[in-house]
């Protein structure tokens, strides 16, 4: 009896363990479910917080882009077409550097609540990155077209913020689904089309075309090729005469770029320089202009030769801190006068009005290089900007030379600014210069000195060495001035000794 009643307790004992065992496994079990259901909550809810941008409150990268797999499933199914508009600020990155982070971040709030007020039913907005937006919408290019058309209208509306008022403008690409690519190329199209207005200068839209493709994949094989031009040898410089107005006379000439493809053939300036100037190569291949050109005149001045060489400087080298340096060390080296370098200078870049483009001019002006002011009527200049240029010359825009002959206006034009430089003591270079007609007119205006394929096409510099030094029976077309024959290698080393020294330093 007695071991019986030990087995009931050992087995009540048993069984106790067990509820307890059970009901502790039960209670885990019921924290677990309800831990999960908190961590689904939660990563639900930061989902949904990794789809929108937290300066805008938009949709983000992200959050455009899984809108878009809804869009193209609905698509398919109803056999809808709906379009892609992409968006970018132009000049922002520029917007953004000068005046900072948090003015960058007001301005694309702002934008944003520009193109909320315009968004149509059931469309959806991103704030895609800093400066561009994407919009979604119902329909096919020509709705994608009119509403590109209303934002670009809105985005020329000045705009108000803390630090004044800005005019922005944007460039505007469309894409239409199916007809313009899948979910993976949709958005990709939009902006090649985008970024096709901005190489054109902004502040436009169009529709995107897949020869827009084919031309970005072109232009990205072309920089490859570019990057290594010069190490390879393709870049050459050729040069093409000045002439005096009176004389007719050779006197300077200026240095203008050639790329000697491989298997492309001769690339036109028109093409690489942009491409240069976009891909941040511009800087390399104007330092190696400039060293290029100072050789040449250096090996010319050995044979007796003393020509002004003219050069294009960029905006990009303008607002470089050792231009100037680099500059006087290569004519150090080549054993060259300051004065009879030029440094062409377009008009627009002259006259910014920036620190860094500044204290350039104020570098040029103390060493003594001869400064240009190129493309002159084509910008919008400021008389006393002008006037505190160490500017030497004036150069006359070849749109104006074209039309001389034909056009009142532009005898007026070529008149008037011909005549603002002789009251600055200005010398006057017309450029463009074709036909007789031409010379006649600029000759009449008192022009300085003229240039263009009526005396000479751009040659390489072995044939205009060969030019000069040729004897006169020998010579096609103008001829050299005598003053440019000169035994003054003494007296150009003595002038170039007295030089200060600022350091180590296209067309």
């Known amino acids: 009896m007695a071991d019986f009643q030990i087995s009931l307790e050992i087995l009540a004992f048993s069984l106790l363990c067990t509820f307890v065992a059970l009901g502790l496994l039960l209670r885990e079990r019921w924290r677990s479910r309800r831990i999960r259901a908190k961590l689904a909550t939660v990563s639900e809810e930061m989902d949904a917080l990794s789809l929108y941008d937290n300066n805008t409150g938009l949709l983000n990268r992200h959050g455009i882009e899984t809108a878009l797999g809804h869009w193209t499933v609905r698509a398919d199914r109803d056999g809808s077409a709906f379009c892609a508009v992409f968006l970018s600020i132009d000049e922002f990155k520029s917007h953004n550097q000068a005046f900072g982070q948090e003015f960058g971040d007001q301005l694309i709030k702002l934008s944003a609540q520009r193109l909320e007020a315009l968004l149509p039913e059931g469309a ?17 290019g020509s709705v994608g077209l009119e509403t590109a058309r209303l934002l670009l209208d809105r985005f020329a509306q000045p705009l108000s ?28 199209n939009a902006s090649i089309a985008a970024r096709q207005m901005s190489r ?37 410089l050729y040069f093409q005469p000045k002439v005096d107005a009176r004389t007719l006379h050779i006197t300077a000439a200026e240095a203008l770029l050639r790329w000697h493809h491989p298997t492309r053939g001769h690339v036109s300036p028109a093409v690489f320089i942009p491409l240069a100037e976009r891909n941040g190569l511009i ?50 080296r080549y054993h060259l006068q300051p004065g009879r370098f030029t440094c062409e200078i377009t008009e627009s870049v002259a006259m910014e009005d920036t620190k860094g483009t500044q204290q350039t001019f ?18 919008y200049s400021s008389l006393a900007t002008l006037r505190r240029l160490p500017a030497s010359e004036l150069k006359v825009d070849r749109a104006f030379v074209s039309d001389l002959a034909e056009s009142e206006d532009a005898r007026s034009i070529a008149n008037s600014i011909i005549g603002l430089a002789k009251a600055l003591n200005l010398k006057v270079v017309a450029e463009g210069v074709e036909t007789q007609q031409q010379c006649d007119w600029l000759m009449q205006m008192g022009c300085d000195e003229l240039q263009g394929y009526l005396f000479s096409r751009p040659i390489p510099a072995a044939e205009m060495e060969r030019l000069a030094l040729a004897a006169p029976s020998e010579r096609r077309g103008p001829g050299f001035s005598d003053s440019l024959f000169n035994a003054t290698v003494v007296a150009d080393l003595a002038e170039l000794s007295d030089l200060p020294h600022l350091g180590a330093g296209m067309r």
């Not at 005149?297 to 002004?308: C, P, Q, S, V």
């Open 161 to 188: 913020h803390d630090h004044g008022t800005t005019v922005l403008t944007c460039s505007i690409g469309v894409s239409i689904y199916p007809e313009h690519g899948g979910r993976s190329r949709l958005l990709v």
């Open 124 to 140: 959806d907005l991103s704030c895609f990155n800093d400066g561009e937006f994407v919009l979604l919408l119902s329909g096919n």
């Open 283 to 332: 800087g390399t291949i104007g330092n190696w202009v400039i060293e290029e050109a100072c050789r040449v005149a250096g090996h010319w001045r050995e044979l007796g030769l003393r020509m002004r060489v003219a050069v294009n400087i960029s905006g990009y080298q303008m607002r470089q801190d050792d231009l100037v340096e680099r500059i006087q060390e290569a004519l150090h």
């Open 362 to 379: 104020e570098k040029m002006r103390s060493i003594g290089l001869h400064v240009s002011i190129d493309d002159f009527g084509t910008g």
């Open 200 to 236: 054109q200068g902004g502040g436009d839209f169009c529709l995107y075309d897949p020869q827009m493709s084919a031309d970005l994949r072109e232009q990205t094989l072309l920089v490859a090729d570019l990057r290594q031009a010069i190490e390879q040898g393709q870049l050459e």
